[in-house]
């Protein structure tokens, strides 16, 4: 999620845990942000949305994917 508003909060935070991520978009990825596509319905008009999440988040889903096998 992006705050823009007040100015000390500025920034990109997880989705999930709500830490920040960064300040700037440049710096996303290199912060270790992933954009992870959800989708919630399989439908005619699949309609995907994104959740913008911080690296320990995405360990943290990879592994309980990975133990479910």
Excluded at 16 to 28: L, M, P, Q, R, T
Excluded at 33 to 43: A, I, N, R
Aim: glycine letters at 8%; aromatic letters at 10%; one cysteine or more.
């Amino acid at each position: 999620m992006k705050i823009t508003k007040p100015k000390n909060k500025y920034g990109i935070y997880c989705d999930s845990c709500g830490e920040k991520i960064c300040k700037y978009v440049a710096d996303f990825k290199g912060c270790g942000g992933m954009y992870v596509g959800l989708s919630h319905k399989p439908t005619d008009k699949q309609e995907v949305e994104y959740a913008e999440l911080c690296h320990d988040c995405c360990k943290a889903i990879a592994e309980e994917v990975l133990d479910a096998f």
